[in-house]
Each structure stands twice: as structure tokens, then as C-alpha cells.
């Protein structure tokens, strides 16, 4: 069965101060993988997706995520973290681009100044 | 980008009552939209996958008869909560696919409802 794991619930960072959130999939063919992010009372908007290619995939807003196949993670990072970065940001997988998706159970990401 | 809108953001109800929710591709025809239910602070679970011009395929668990999906155009998909219940209270987002190449995926602003 599809799965994404996010094993952060909350995560505290500075602003100014590097930022990487986890993600784990389990997934039975290639994935088609994404990160969202839901600012509160928001739709989700896509920061960035992978299905292949290079590993390290640029996405908006600074984000980038780097897809390990042999650990079956793909986490998000951004090199400096910006005040208005926080909200809930989700993992997913699909099996295509436009198909239905498998979320994880977010991450949200606080940002102390 | 390609614009979903969803209408009401929110919407309080009575218990019994029943409850339309529309979303809408404002620039793009959508032949399908998927429709996902957020309890508070947990993740979005894709309730079901709703077709242009027929019938919605539910995900297992979902009750079709108590959520009910219309997709009568390109442009708007509808769920109805049917004799609503408190339990039914969350937050609902839709999602739509762009046909593009990239085909991909985007989200309406979301729907709280409250049924009292």
C-alpha cells in the first residue's frame, strides 16, 4: 500500500537558519512525489515535484528537495528560512502527475525571530 | 497558474441539514477533480475522484450516499453533505487537474463546515 511518513509534527527554526523536513514514502512503482505547503485556512499550493531526472529538484519560494531512492525519502530544504515560511507543509505521493495523491500527515514549521 | 475556486469557505450548518459545496476551474476545463477531507491537524484523505460526465468513484470508507458528487460541467464539481452530522464537521478541498502535459494538480482555497 502507498504511504507517506512525516515524522516531524512540529519543527522550530530561527529565521535565518537552514531548514530540512523529512518525508518517507512507500510506494510499489516509480513515484511521482510532491511537496505543498498549507498556510492556515489555505488550499495547498505546490512548491515543487519529482518524478525523474536530476535528484535535486529546485522548487518556488527557495525550496528544494533531494529524492534518495535507496532510502526512499524526499526531504525539502531551503537554505535560509524567511519569517513568512510558516505554515503546514505536506509530502505526497502519486502515481502520475495529475492523479490522485497519498499525503502525509504534515509538518508544521514554525519560524522564531 | 491555473485558479480553483471553492464556495462557501465556510459554511455552518444545523444537524440534518444538508450542505453543497462547488469548486470551480476558473481558467481551465477540468476534466477531473479530486475531492479530500482534512480533520484538524491531520493530513488530507482523498474522499473520491470525481468525473466529468459520470460517476464518482468513491475511495473505500466514503459513504457515496451521504456524500454526493456531481460533475455535470468542465468547469465545477459539487459535493453535497447530506443530512449533516456533527461528525461531518472538517475542512474540504478539492483539486483539479490541469490538462496539460504536466497534468498537474491544483487546489481550491478549501470549505469549513460546521454542522451544530
Not at chain 1, 526531504?75 to 497519498?102: I, T
Not at chain 2, 454526493?68 to 483539479?96: G, K, M, Q
Not at chain 2, 491544483?106 to 463546515?113: V, Y
Amino acid at each position: 500500500a502507498q504511504s507517506v511518513t512525516q515524522p516531524d509534527i512540529h519543527i522550530t527554526v530561527s529565521e535565518g537558519a537552514s531548514l530540512e523536513l523529512r518525508c518517507n514514502y512507500s510506494y510499489g512503482a516509480t513515484p511521482y512525489l510532491f511537496w505543498y505547503v498549507q498556510s492556515p485556512g489555505q488550499g495547498l499550493q505546490l512548491l515543487l515535484k519529482y518524478f525523474s531526472g536530476d535528484t535535486l529538484v529546485q522548487g518556488i519560494k527557495g525550496f528544494e528537495a533531494e529524492f534518495k531512492r535507496s532510502q526512499s525519502s524526499f526531504n525539502l530544504r531551503k537554505p535560509s528560512v524567511h519569517w513568512s515560511d510558516a505554515a503546514e507543509y505536506f509530502c505526497a505521493v502519486g502515481a502520475a502527475y495529475g492523479n490522485k495523491l497519498v499525503f502525509g500527515a504534515g509538518t508544521i514549521l514554525r519560524v522564531k525571530s | 497558474g491555473a485558479v480553483v475556486s471553492q464556495h462557501p469557505s465556510r459554511v455552518i450548518c444545523k444537524s440534518g441539514t444538508s450542505v453543497k459545496i462547488e469548486c470551480r476551474s476558473l481558467d481551465f476545463q477540468a476534466t477531473t477533480m479530486f475531492w479530500y477531507r482534512q480533520f484538524p491537524k491531520q493530513s488530507l484523505m482523498l474522499m473520491a475522484t470525481s468525473n466529468e460526465g459520470s460517476k464518482a468513484t468513491y475511495e473505500q470508507g466514503v459513504e457515496k450516499d451521504k456524500f454526493l458528487i456531481n460533475h455535470a460541467s468542465l468547469t465545477l464539481s459539487t459535493l453535497t453533505v447530506t443530512s449533516a452530522h456533527p461528525e461531518d464537521s472538517s475542512f474540504y478541498i478539492c483539486s483539479a487537474r490541469v490538462p496539460s502535459e504536466a497534468g498537474e494538480l491544483f487546489f481550491g482555497e478549501g470549505s469549513r463546515l460546521t454542522v451544530l
